[in-house]
């Protein structure tokens, strides 16, 4: 079966935020990350992965602000 999401965006990253959900980088590489989607009380939602720069930069520059404690 295809796989037809849309690539993770910034974007939604910061509306998952937004909404009270949290987001955990479990890889982060230069080239790839894999992401945990997760609800506020840290059950996975959703495992995405993405090899899109401007995704990766900004998962190094807002840890602290989307990440599981």
């Keep these: 079966m295809a796989d037809d999401r849309k690539p993770l965006s910034v974007a939604e990253l ?3 935020v937004e909404f009270g959900a949290r987001w955990r980088a479990l ?3 230069d080239g790839a990350a894999t992401v945990e989607l997760c609800q506020c009380t ?24 989307g990440e599981l404690a």
């Design 42 to 65: 840290g059950e996975l939602v959703e495992l995405r992965e993405t090899d899109d720069p401007q995704v990766i930069a900004y998962l190094r520059a807002h840890r602290d602000e």
């Design 14 to 16: 910061e509306r998952w």
């Design 27 to 29: 890889t982060l590489t």
